[in-house]
């Protein structure tokens, strides 16, 4: 694992260590204080990660709205 701070990761490198969290949490195969502490990391980057999508769909709406388009969520047709 990267010994990056987490708010200076970007998405796919938040990602890679969060999957990296989750496979050791997974296999069980570390102490309880370590699996507590991988824990703690994997919810720091699950909340940089959601940042980072909030602020990308943000930029989408302004960009949309820019271009007279319609802002916000579009139904998916046939549901």
């Known amino acids: 694992m990267t010994d990056k701070a987490v708010s200076e990761m ?4 938040a ?7 989750v496979t050791q ?9 370590q699996s ?3 824990y703690e990391k994997g ?14 769909e943000e930029k989408v709406e302004l960009i949309r709205a ?4 319609a802002v916000g969520t579009t ?3 046939g549901l």
Do not use: T
């Open 15 to 21: 990602m890679a260590a969060l999957e990296q969290v």
């Open 66 to 69: 820019a271009e007279g388009r």
């Open 36 to 38: 507590i502490a991988l």
């Open 43 to 56: 919810a720091a980057l699950k909340a940089h990660c959601a940042a980072k999508l909030k602020a990308a």
């Open 75 to 77: 139904p998916v047709e």
């Open 25 to 33: 949490l997974e296999r069980g195969e570390v102490a309880l204080e």
């Open 10 to 13: 970007s998405f796919e490198e």
